[in-house]
């Protein structure tokens, strides 16, 4: 029996995993949590083979939270879900030490068969992905924002979305100075002006998808 955590901030998207992850005669959820914060403590606790996390949630993110359980030597494996559907992003990812990458637009197939594979201590990678990782390492390929720390990079996201640095602050747990600081440190080794520069050079590398009518972040 393959037990499973499960960590995203969205109930709805906790609640579609139960449905399909409650009909396999191989596999438990044992837990739910709401915030990596939450997530870890669970992982801890219950120590559950298979701990599918969201990698963006207000505090800590997925990507700390996959760095915390491979520094603690937890049991736990990562399969890390996300929107974002482009190789260097999962690259980070998988060098923080998740086992699988999947963007939650997978299909209810292709999340069962990763779940088991990562169970099984192997890694899965969803197929879009894996053929991006391997043509970027053959063109020699790099992206600017693998210089980014993790926490940056979840600043930097932030704020192409339009969010204020206040915002930023109280959703991730810092204070507004700590996220002024990161804002200017990710700006510089982007080596970009102002934020509609950040948000043009992030849809360049395919980290966000343009949208038609929105307005631009300041």
């Given at each position: 029996?393959?037990?499973?955590?499960?960590?995203?901030?969205?109930?709805?998207?906790?609640?579609?995993?139960?449905?399909?992850?409650?009909?396999?005669?191989?596999?438990?959820?044992?837990?739910?949590?709401a915030s990596?914060?939450?997530?870890?403590?669970?992982?801890?606790?219950?120590?559950?083979?298979?701990?599918?996390?969201?990698?963006?949630?207000?505090?800590?993110?997925?990507?700390?939270?996959?760095?915390?359980?491979?520094?603690?030597?937890?049991?736990?494996?990562?399969?890390?879900?996300?929107?974002?559907?482009?190789?260097?992003?999962?690259?980070?990812?998988?060098?923080?030490?998740?086992?699988?990458?999947?963007?939650?637009?997978?299909?209810?197939?292709?999340?069962?068969?990763?779940?088991?594979?990562?169970?099984?201590?192997?890694?899965?990678?969803?197929?879009?992905?894996?053929?991006?990782?391997?043509?970027?390492?053959?063109?020699?390929?790099?992206?600017?924002?693998?210089?980014?720390?993790?926490?940056?990079?979840?600043?930097?996201?932030?704020?192409?979305?339009?969010?204020?640095?206040?915002?930023?602050?109280?959703?991730?747990?810092?204070?507004?100075?700590?996220?002024?600081?990161y804002k200017?440190?990710?700006?510089?080794?982007?080596?970009?002006?102002?934020?509609?520069?950040?948000?043009?050079?992030?849809?360049?590398?395919?980290?966000?998808?343009?949208?038609?009518?929105?307005?631009?972040?300041?």
């Amino acid at each position: 029996m393959i037990r499973l955590l499960l960590v995203d901030d969205h109930e709805l998207v906790r609640t579609g995993f139960k449905l399909i992850l409650g009909q396999q005669s191989d596999m438990q959820v044992v837990g739910e949590a709401a915030s990596a914060e939450e997530g870890l403590h669970l992982i801890r606790s219950l120590a559950p083979d298979v701990a599918l996390v969201d990698v963006h949630m207000p505090g800590m993110s997925g990507i700390e939270l996959t760095e915390r359980v491979i520094r603690a030597q937890l049991s736990t494996r990562i399969v890390v879900l996300t929107v974002i559907n482009d190789a260097r992003f999962p690259r980070r990812l998988l060098e923080a030490g998740a086992l699988g990458y999947l963007t939650k637009g997978c299909a209810a197939n292709e999340l069962l068969t990763a779940i088991r594979q990562v169970a099984d201590g192997r890694r899965y990678l969803a197929p879009d992905v894996a053929q991006q990782l391997a043509l970027a390492t053959l063109d020699g390929e790099g992206s600017p924002f693998e210089q980014l720390s993790a926490r940056e990079m979840e600043v930097a996201m932030m704020l192409v979305r339009g969010k204020p640095i206040f915002v930023i602050a109280e959703q991730l747990h810092l204070s507004p100075k700590t996220v002024s600081t990161y804002k200017q440190r990710l700006m510089n080794k982007l080596e970009v002006e102002n934020l509609i520069a950040l948000a043009h050079l992030m849809e360049a590398h395919s980290l966000i998808e343009p949208r038609a009518g929105a307005s631009s972040p300041k």
